[in-house]
């Protein structure tokens, strides 16, 4: 089956880094996306990858290995507004997305 | 208006309702889609439509009636929900299908309860 698994919830300090895994299993693959939702509002793309390496875009990176079926999301030098759900979702090969549950991430001063 | 907008925001129904959510994209996009959000659940795709042709349909009771008279307006019609229907649903836009780089754009969501 297709399956998209993240934590729960993460907490980190402002000013620091954080790193929200993402694990997937996906028929075909087309690629990975992350989406960033807050509270109340609608989800807004933050990254595509479909080849493995990084793509940093500002303080936001995003890293995926198709080998291991794995890609990370890293915020740095992190702000407050940052709290948020992080949301992780891979695209099968009929081009649709299987989403995760979503990673809350709380900032703390 | 720009993006994607949604209405109403909010939304009470009883079980025995008729009601209709709304969703309009200002992007021109060829593709549109409904998701329901649950809380701490993955988002399900309930509906695609590319070009106001309905493309997908993943196994949604009948109680959910989608509609799409152009690409830049979709409806979900609501009738006799369920209690478990309580959710938010989001509509989404893309410029088309069948293109992985494409991203959706979202709506800010109806959120539904049934009472």
């Known amino acids: 089956g297709q399956n998209i698994d993240q934590p729960t919830e993460m ?99 | 208006e720009t993006g994607v907008t949604q209405t109403p925001r909010h939304l009470v129904m009883g079980m025995t309702n008729k009601k209709s959510l709304k969703c309009e994209q200002h992007l021109g996009h060829n593709a549109m889609y409904w998701y329901k959000q649950s809380a701490k659940k993955p988002l399900e795709l309930m509906f695609v439509y590319s070009l106001e042709e309905r493309v997908e349909n993943n196994s949604v009771p009948s109680r959910f009636s989608p509609e799409c008279p152009n690409s830049s307006h979709l409806f979900l019609h609501l009738h006799t929900l369920q209690p478990e229907d309580s959710a938010l649903y989001l509509c989404a836009s893309s410029q088309d299908l069948g293109l992985p780089s494409y991203e959706q754009y979202f709506g800010p969501g109806t959120r539904l309860t049934v009472t």
């Not at chain 1, 990254?47 to 794995?70: A, I, P």
């Open chain 1, 11 to 109: 907490t980190a300090t402002e000013g620091a880094i954080v790193q929200i895994n993402c694990t997937y299993q996906t028929s075909g693959f087309n690629g990975l996306f992350w989406y960033q939702q807050h509270a109340g509002e609608a989800p807004t793309f933050l990254s595509y990858n479909v080849l493995d390496g990084l793509e940093e875009k500002g303080r936001f990176s995003s890293f995926l290995s198709r080998s291991k079926g794995y890609s990370y999301l890293l915020l740095k030098e992190l702000q407050m507004k940052d709290s948020a759900s992080y949301l992780c979702a891979g695209m099968d090969s009929n081009y649709q997305l299987i989403w995760g549950a979503g990673t809350k991430l709380i900032i703390k001063p």
